[in-house]
């Protein structure tokens, strides 16, 4: 604790945080609820979306599988998403997305799309997470057309804000080609006591499948929403993610295969991560280079040459909330 406390910290609030911490890693000792036979109460997971709280079942060591790859040659469609913000205006923000996506049969490449450039003004972030959510999904909708009945791989969440664009256009998605997987790389899912849902499925897992690849389902069923999610852990060496699946692929195929087809998919530069997604990963990143061009080109699209123009304005606007996020707050969002 003097650790922290050399460092400006209150001692009240170290104090309190060592042991919030101890009492969620607390692993023997203090009270531990009993089941009527007299068995600890496993923690069950759940996560907070569109002002509910949805729970699954549990954590149970019956829903562990042993996952071996799986070689094929089904049609893969991966689209990925990227966005950084052009613009700060305070009241506003101007938001740039750039979208990436390919083709493959198994692990060989049919075809890469030529990246997309979109770019929008929005009043929020969860406008802007919206929107990005929709671009991307739009970009799925056109490669499947070429594809029907392609496995679709994405890395972001599979829930949507209701009433949104991106739920609506996922639902369109899901009506033309069911067979939908996300595999986001981070996840907001954490257990009735209070740890991460992936990091107590990971270390359970580790104890129960040595140097093994392997697959937990589900973590979360939930029909209203349109998912099934579960955890994977495609390679021995691999981190464990999230793997959300579309309502319509839950029930009809077989998680522990489905990860096994995944698993023939990774990348041997990057163990348990799925080729296809890590080169549009790649593909729609937005440099800094690329940035300040774009930044540069929206100026003179504005009439930056005046000193009367909209450019001009936004500028100013901009130049005030960088300022203020960049030295008041310690960082530009």
Known sequence: MASLTRAGYLDADVEMLVEKVNQIYRQKGGFVQLTLT????KPY?????????????PISETRFRA???????????????????LFDAGSFKIVSAKVAGGVWRGVERVKLMDTI???????????????????ELEAVAGLVKGY?????????????????????????????????VGMPKSSSIRLSSGESALGYVSRLGSKMFRDMAWSYYPLIEDE??????GAVKLSPSGPVFRLDVAWELSLRADFEYLSGMLAYLQDFTSPGYPLPLKIVHNLSRISDDE???????????????????????????????????KYLWGGIP
Do not use: C, N, Q
């Open 117 to 135: 450039k979109r770019v929008k003004v929005v009043e929020s972030l969860d406008e802007a997470a919206d929107w990005l959510a929709e671009v």
């Open 148 to 180: 029907p009945g392609a496995l679709v791989l994405l890395d972001r969440p599979l829930v949507f804000r209701s009433g949104t664009m991106s739920a609506k256009a996922y639902r369109r998605l899901v009506e033309r080609d069911w067979r939908v």
């Open 67 to 85: 996952v071996e790859e799986v070689p094929h040659k089904e049609t893969v469609v991966s689209v990925d998403a990227a966005a950084r913000i």
């Open 291 to 325: 940035l300040s061009m774009d930044r540069e080109l929206l100026l003179e699209e504005l009439g930056i040459s005046s000193k009367a123009s909209i450019a001009s304005k936004l500028l100013e606007d901009s130049g005030g909330s960088e300022f203020k996020a």
């Open 45 to 57: 997971p759940y996560f907070r979306f569109d002002g509910k709280i949805i729970k699954g079942p």
């Open 224 to 229: 209203k929403l349109g998912i099934g999610i």
């Open 38 to 41: 007299g068995e600890p109460v």
